[in-house]
């Protein structure tokens, strides 16, 4: 019978080996019906209370029109922001604590994929009206929008060469004022209309930009349990880690941040590359390229698969020429066509725009982080500038980005779809890692594609604490934190407390030791009789 309680962790679910090491398969029995009412609401809470304090502690407006003056002020000054900020980080320690719940149940075969799709769109639903979450770069995306919308070329000057439109670009961070964009002429094309549409509203054109970014999480709910069905994976695992993790929540819904519809893109691509619908599947990776530069990534490996559905009997060789030549082709005149259609002209100026984000230094990004504790060790010696070392280290760290990218793709060349697809993933999460600079919200590129595989449960319990770790490094304003060590140890620890979780409910009894004891069956005394004749 179905019922609104949650599961209990253990109930109905096989035991062995196999399921303590790994996900359980696909086809694993599970018991029907039931939904984890009281976890979903656990996120709703969360959720909401991330709302009410995001007006205050987020990446609010610098005049905002309904907070600026007025009775609610004081949530954006002072102790009223302090107050905020705790009362955000409480909600997203519940948002967290759902999810991990919602894992320990997937894990234990009692749920399936449908009630974590409720339930991350549950969590999802009250942060569509809230201000930017964990980072400002939408009011970018809005800033270069109404650079094209009034014919300044956003690829040539940042939003602050714009003499139109103040509110939106007084709200644009500092660091992108008079940076070019780094974005697709598609995605910019998008946010033309969006700002055509909305003026100078910026809250609504926050919100609207959210519910056009939605068709990417659409497209990725649609492509997942069709490409996990191909791949052998576990849907509702897949689920919890691509869609429900705070990744998602938070940082491409809440945030918003455009990787979400270049995902979309991306996921169905590679759903139609393995139906055999190679030329499709092409042209909707470089649709996605022209959203976001990453998803040029997916390319070669598309033509991978496409080469392994032609006939075995043709040599490699010939086989990968066959596949290569039309998909050159295809990319070519998507690539042309769609920046001619985006920009009324094929501007090629985004490719010195991608070097803009290149300004970001901080350890995050691995090769940055080498630089600069080598520069901190020479330092106590010799007093010289980080910059030569940093640009050493990010030389260094290109040169294995691509030697690693271009073997994952070569040792791709005679594997399955699986195999492909999984290097595929391992490609994406290097970019986000070794290509300065590492942004949080990177690591989903490669996130959404190894999802769809099975994971030992040691490893999944590392990205539960990744995820949480990569939300706290940047303060709900959009600031990162990552130079307030104190703080990043108060971060690594409720990561790893976040991680240990996964593996066993309230590893350092925690909430154990706030319950009372059971009164039915009250403790013995020390000086019972029992207890003096077992000395």
Known sequence: MATTTDPVPGAGTRTGKGLADTFIPADAERVPGRFPLRTTLMGVVGSVLVLIASFGAAGVLVHDPVLSEGPLSWIRY????????GLLYAGFGLVVWAWVRLGRYVLAGLIGARPVVIAALSW????????????????????????????????????AALDTLPTVVENVHPLW????????????????????????NMIAGVIVTRLVLLVGLAAVLWALPKLVRKLGGNLAVTMWLAVASPMMVIHLVGGPHNDLLMLGFLAVGVLLALERKHALAIALVTVGMLIKPTAAIALPFLVWIWANHLP????????FVAAVTPSLGIFGVVFVAGTWASLGSFNLGWFAGLSAPQIIVNWLNFPSGVGEAVHTLVKTIVDVPPGPF???ARGLGWLALAAIAVRQWWLARHGDANTTIFRMGIALLTVAIFAPPTLPWYLTWGFMILALFRWKRTHLAAVVGISVFLVLVYYPTGEQSLYHWWFILGVVAASLYAAASLLKPDPLGLVAAWRRPDVRRPELPLSSPTSRSTR
């Open 177 to 200: 004022q008079t940076t070019p964009a780094p974005y697709g002429p598609l995605f910019l094309w998008i946010s033309q209309h969006i700002v055509g549409a909305t003026g100078e």
């Open 312 to 319: 075995p009997e043709r040599s490699l060789f010939r086989r």
């Open 124 to 159: 999802m639903a009250p942060l569509l009206v809230a201000p930017p979450l964990f980072t400002r770069d939408v009011f970018s995306y809005l800033g270069q929008g109404a650079q094209l919308l009034h014919g300044l070329d956003p690829y040539a000057y940042g939003p």
């Open 390 to 392: 940093i640009d050493v």
């Open 78 to 85: 002072g102790h009223g922001q302090v107050l905020m900020t």
